[in-house]
């Protein structure tokens, strides 16, 4: 999927302050449901129900990867509406979707070390654009949602862009991952530290807080990437390539949505690495 900026219509028009007052329209204006269109709220009963009852279906992106929906009709809608129209009351529903993906990719492993979710990194300039890291803000609602069931899970952003890339659009399978190899790095182990306190998915914008244990890096953790979206795959192939070349290779992936023919796919595909 695209890692680049967002479109140009949208640069100037989006910020924190527009998606706060979003939010409060929201609140106090019926709104029609983002999915399907029904008189019934940002999110109908049915559009809810098919988030929460979809089977995760395993993609060919990476071994033990999973997506929890195809992207396709009302389950695209909503991630659009959250990702590009800042609709941020979406973040918890398609965070316990994600968090269903996240649990069918580790079945077959179950139990070990604390779950550590790692967001595929969006360029600074498209989360400029939007206002928020739609990302990093499904990775925490999905944390919290793992946390609720009684599993030790957190969310971080450990990964950044250590080189720009070319839009993605219009790229196919075997061009999208020239462009995006060797584009993602690890952020330096001595800014991370366990947290001593659960993350907060409404303020994605906000660094994770430090405790004061004098031991660097996410040790001890599971790591586990997360997307909204898997097209290809590339991004989730970098993603991993990037944290197995710092010792932390990924127990698995998972996604909310996955393009239909790949969402399809059941066996891997290596032939478009």
């Known amino acids: ?36 269109g029904a008189d019934l709220g940002h999110l109908c009963p049915e559009c809810r129900h098919l988030l929460a009852t979809t089977p995760p ?81 499904l990775a925490r609602a999905a944390a919290g949602a793992l946390r609720r069931e009684g599993l030790d899970a957190r969310a ?4 950044r862009h250590a080189r720009p890339v070319a839009d993605q659009a219009g790229l196919s399978a075997a061009e999208r991952h020239r462009n995006l190899r060797g584009a993602l790095t690890v952020r330096p182990p001595g800014r991370f530290h366990r947290p001593d306190r659960p993350e907060r998915p409404d303020r994605p914008d906000r660094p994770e807080r430090l405790d004061r244990l004098d031991r660097p890096g996410p040790t001890g953790y599971r790591p586990v990437l997360v997307d909204d979206l898997v097209t290809t795959g590339a991004s989730l192939v970098e993603a991993a390539r990037a944290l197995t070349a710092a010792g932390l290779p990924p127990a698995a992936a998972a996604t909310v949505a996955a393009a239909v023919p790949h969402h399809r796919r059941h066996r891997p595909d290596t032939s478009g690495r």
Do not use: I
Request: aromatic residues 2%.
């Open 1 to 36: 999927m695209s890692r680049t900026t967002a479109p140009p219509h949208r640069q100037s028009h989006r910020g924190p302050f527009v998606h706060t007052l979003t939010g409060l329209l929201d609140a106090l204006l019926p709104a029609p449901c983002a999915g399907c």
């Open 57 to 137: 279906t395993p993609v060919a992106a990476l071994p033990r990867t999973h997506a929890a929906a195809p992207y396709d009709g009302p389950v695209r809608r909503l991630l659009l509406a959250h990702k590009e129209r800042g609709a941020l009351g979406l973040a918890g529903p398609l965070g316990d979707t994600l968090a269903r993906a996240v649990r069918s990719a580790l079945a077959p492993c179950p139990g070990g070390a604390p779950l550590l979710l790692v967001p595929v990194p969006s360029a600074r300039a498209a989360v400029r654009a939007r206002g928020h890291d739609p990302t990093l803000r």
């Open 156 to 159: 971080l952003p450990l990964l």
